[in-house]
């Protein structure tokens, strides 16, 4: 690979990065949202404060395990979308910025 083919597969990872880091961000804060209003919907509560002594430990953790399969379940569903469109606009695929 050339120096000039190194740069751009360089310049291309950064930009996926900071791409990336923009949609995870804001994917965070629609989901947090959602699984807020989710969990509001299905107990009549808003969500707990987890590090509150008062709530229940059952409760805490049910709204742990709530919230981070939620959020983490949009972030990866909207990282695949951002990789495929990626793929699809540039007609190179997303390359990694750890090389296995």
Sequence with gaps: ????????????????????????AVTAVVATKLVGKAWEVTTGEAPPAANDPEVPLHRAVIWMLASGVGIGLAQLLMNRF??????????TPVQSAKKR
């Design 1 to 24: 690979m050339t120096i000039k083919e190194e740069l751009v597969n360089m310049r291309q990872r950064m930009i996926w990065n900071v791409y990336a880091g923009l949609i995870g």
């Design 82 to 91: 951002a990789a495929r469109q990626w793929d699809r606009f540039l007609a």
